[in-house]
């Protein structure tokens, strides 16, 4: 059996192991990444980065490799003791662009520029490489805890972590915790979930002619005025909410009364109770305006549950501490990742970063280089810290 996780576990890790690997295994990183990236994933259409990953975890030696209904990649590094409770590292494939998007990448000094090459391309490629390094471990670092890599679907956007839900159900039942890799999160270890939901507020009205029939109600003209309204509410700033009305649509030509128009709305709180009482302001201007004969209808179109593990958990003390062991600065955050999942189910959970970037979700989206060293670096070293970590569970 390991040793009890001590808190000298990092650097006795840290400093047994031999580095040299790390300048070979971020290139190799960046150039899986750069290939995932050249790859159209819009949410709900990722099954061909799907059949990307799932080939390059068998190349990697991993087991019972297999696609689910809705693209999540799962491949199983098993461990010698499978009565532990296994981990999970999981990194979502989809992006928010279209597929006819121009991937074309680009390089100036330290940065390479592409669309969703940092979210989250990098992420995939950093847990690919965490599977080729676990994979060729000396004996004396062999993993008593079986580790599950899933490549996740539906993170962006309207996909409403449908990846990560369908996973968790597959697999709830063997995992004690759950690393979750974004691109450019590197030096934030994310252990709050904040809840998410999104709802899409749709006006009707007869229509007709922007002249002949002017005085008639217009379901833009009523959309304008409840969003507005909205815009009005003033959230708690602790617990931090917010909202964003992202997409408006409607209407069919600029001298006709639209019948039809509506927004998406996001809403979203570090509490559940402050989410559902902001929900509950929107829901009310809706029941006025339907009250003034205005018709108005609301759909739920993302639920995002929120969970949370204390700060002191021995999860984030070592997500924390592989970063200082790298020379960085760990902050803790708070989002909405797919990281929510196990998080709302009780299971410790951390969303850490493989670099440094920016533009997240523009066209000049890029992402750092050099830092792609240390992120894989602390990867690792949480990874097998985690072997000595004591967790819940009902093991496979």
Known sequence: ????????????????????????????????????????????????????????????????VSIDDVYNVYGILPGSNPALPALMVTAHTDT??????????????????????????????GMLALARTLSALPSEFALERSVWFVATTGEEGLGDLRGMKAAFATLKEDIGAVINLEGMALGHVYHIGIAVRRLHIIAHAAGGHSWLHFGRPSAIHT?????????????????????????????TAINALASKASLWLDLRSESADELHALEGQVRAIIDRYNAEVSQVTLEVVGDRPAGRIDPNHPLVGLALGALAQVNLRGALESGSTDGNVPLT??????????????????????????????GLHQLILLTLACDHLALSGSGS
């Open 1 to 64: 059996m390991k040793t009890p996780l001590q808190a000298n576990t990092l650097a006795d890790i840290d400093h047994r192991m031999n580095w040299e690997f790390l300048p070979v295994l971020a290139d190799w990183t960046i150039a899986q990444s750069i290939s995932l990236q050249q790859i159209p994933a819009p949410t709900f259409h990722e099954s061909a980065r799907a059949k990307f990953v799932a080939a390059q975890f068998r190349e990697l030696g991993l087991k019972q």
């Open 96 to 125: 928010v662009f279209p597929a006819e998007t121009d991937l074309d990448i680009r390089r100036e000094g330290d940065l390479i520029y592409g669309p969703g090459l940092g979210d989250n391309s990098l992420g995939v490629g």
């Open 223 to 251: 959309l304008m005025r409840l969003g507005a309204e909205i815009t009005q509410i003033v959230p708690t700033a602790l617990p931090r909410t917010t909202y964003n009305i992202g997409m408006i649509d409607g209407g």
């Open 345 to 374: 189910h009780g299971i410790p959970t951390v969303t850490i970063g493989i670099s440094s970037g920016g533009n997240a979700h523009r066209l000049d989206e890029f992402i750092e280089i050099s830092p792609v060293e240390k």
